[in-house]
């Protein structure tokens, strides 16, 4: 659906009677629109901050030159969805209608937010789920069989970054840029079709590749047009009791259990503000108007890297391997000699640090948080233990070991190896999960930087010359 004078359509201040997610866009789009204009024309010489030597050669920390609309985040108290703490957003934002409330928030529900800057209602997620089943349907038949054609050992990431690339063939906004036909105003409309259909399609694509490593392609569950995403997420992974072949036998209370792991891991890890390198990736090629397959392909290839998302993979290979080596959970000592080893060959502990953040993830405790509330499950798993046990032990060593700016565990320590626990033991697949959710924050960004009419990005990069020449050395 185009829209087309939206601003007359604007008739109340709150956009709660739009079940449109796209007629709710359009209805915040003027005023933001208005702001930043007159932020630019008036304000444009103000200065944010001073660029240091030091940011410019390590990794340009602290300099706050770009513009995110949803997220922000705070050194000490971490995340905010458009103002909201995680606890906040768990306490708003609508869950799945089966679970009568006692479930995990909709990722959905967080899409809506983190597109509108409005909390939605039941009924508007409602229909974003539907909208997002439906266009979800059908994978691009070329995406389809090129996963097919791919080498089954190929990294999962690999395999995610080809079929989001490949989508590329289909993409409305490339076709009507090249046809010269849409204005720069609109181009949000069309690239705002592209990321509902790329998000959508990615059940499916996560699907496809994990069936790919464990299954020779063959599909272990079946789409439900009825669901929401997460838990066709669950489905494809084969880990439903009524649509997939249910691998691990799981009862119907853990199998639902899981659905909603799905929905938390993918509800909170949407968005880190814009600076981290799978946002700030598809921010910056979508900056150049490529299409929103080719940014959020790139994104996730930044994604990939085990200092940033692959953390998550490293993690679980991390507590498999240290556990081999560890006598019991319990044991102290051993935990740290293992920690000092990895310490002392040069190598980081996964899990641990973060460019930004300087106290434990919230997202992390919102992740240990979900183990906590199911004591029976949990309590016998050593590696959950392990886990556990490590975010006590690890900051004191990382401490004593003086380099890490931040000692505590971000997100990655615990979200894959509560997913090992229900089954999905294959290592390298974790950081697809996180590829599912983290399309959400940067490509409504994407969305937001056409809709604001953002230019290409290019920033001034200075040589040692130049350095030398402005410290007078
Ligand atoms: N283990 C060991 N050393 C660590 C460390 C860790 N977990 N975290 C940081 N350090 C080291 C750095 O390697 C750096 O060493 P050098 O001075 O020798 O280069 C020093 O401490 C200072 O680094 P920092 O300023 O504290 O951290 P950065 O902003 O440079 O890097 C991060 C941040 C996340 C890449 C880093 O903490 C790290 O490598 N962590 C482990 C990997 C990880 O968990 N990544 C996931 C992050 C979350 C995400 O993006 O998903």
């Known amino acids: 659906m185009m829209l087309k004078n939206f601003t007359q359509t604007r008739l109340f201040h709150s956009s709660r009677h739009l079940l449109n ?65 995680i606890a906040e957003c768990q306490k708003l934002l609508p869950g799945a209608p089966e679970d009568n409330g006692k479930g995990e928030f909709l990722p959905e529900s967080m899409l809506w937010l983190l597109m509108t800057g409005e909390v939605p209602s039941e009924e508007q997620v409602r229909k974003l789920t539907q909208e997002l089943a439906e266009r979800g349907a059908k994978l691009p038949p070329h995406t389809e069989k090129l996963l097919t054609s791919l080498p089954r050992d190929m990294h999962p990431m690999t395999q995610l970054a080809i079929a989001l690339a490949s989508m590329n063939k289909g993409s409305i906004f490339a076709e009507k840029y090249q046809e010269g036909s849409i204005g720069k105003m609109d181009y949000w409309e069309y690239v705002y079709e592209d990321v509902l259909n790329l998000i959508a399609a990615l059940p499916k694509i996560t699907g496809k590749i994990y069936s790919n490593i464990v299954n020779d392609g063959e599909p272990l569950g079946h789409y439900n047009v009825e669901k929401d995403w997460s838990y066709n997420i669950a489905s494809l992974l084969g880990m439903t009791v009524s649509d997939s072949v249910n691998m691990h036998s799981l009862t119907q209370e853990r199998s639902n259990d899981f659905v909603n792991l799905v929905r938390l891991y993918c509800g909170i890890h949407v968005d880190h503000e814009g600076g981290n390198v799978s946002a700030h990736t598809t ?186 020449k402005i410290c007078k050395i």
């Open 283 to 468: 921010h910056l090629v979508g900056s150049a108007l490529s299409d929103p397959y080719l940014s959020y392909s790139s994104g996730i290839m930044g994604l990939a890297g085990p200092l940033h998302g692959l953390a998550a993979q490293e993690v679980v290979r991390f507590l498999v391997e240290m556990e081999k080596d560890v006598d019991s959970v319990e044991n102290v000592k051993q935990v740290e000699e293992y920690l000092w080893k990895v310490l002392n060959s040069s190598r980081v502990i996964p899990g641990y640090g973060h460019a930004v953040l300087r106290k434990p993830d919230p997202r992390f405790d919102a992740m240990l948080n979900f183990a906590e509330k199911r004591p029976k499950e949990f309590k016998s798993d050593a590696k959950v233990q392990l886990m556990k046990q490590l975010s006590q032990i690890a900051p004191k060593v990382l401490k004593e070991h003086g380099k890490t700016k931040n000692p505590y565990p971000n997100v990655d320590s615990a979200s894959g190896i509560l997913f090992y626990h229900y089954g999905i033991d294959q290592l390298l697949f974790f950081t697809v999960i996180f590829g599912c959710s983290r399309a959400m924050g940067p490509l409504s960004q994407l969305v937001w930087d056409r809709i604001l009419g953002l230019p290409i990005e290019r920033p001034k990069s200075i040589d040692l010359n130049t350095i030398k």
């Open 21 to 85: 997610l796209k007629a709710a866009i359009a209805d915040v789009i003027p005023k933001r629109r208005e702001e930043l204009l007159h932020i630019k024309k008036n304000f444009s010489d103000v200065k944010v901050g001073d660029i240091t030597i030091g940011s410019v050669i390590n990794g340009m920390r602290g300099n706050q030159s770009m513009y995110w609309e949803s997220t922000t985040l705070d050194p000490n108290e971490g995340i905010r969805f458009h103002g909201k703490t």
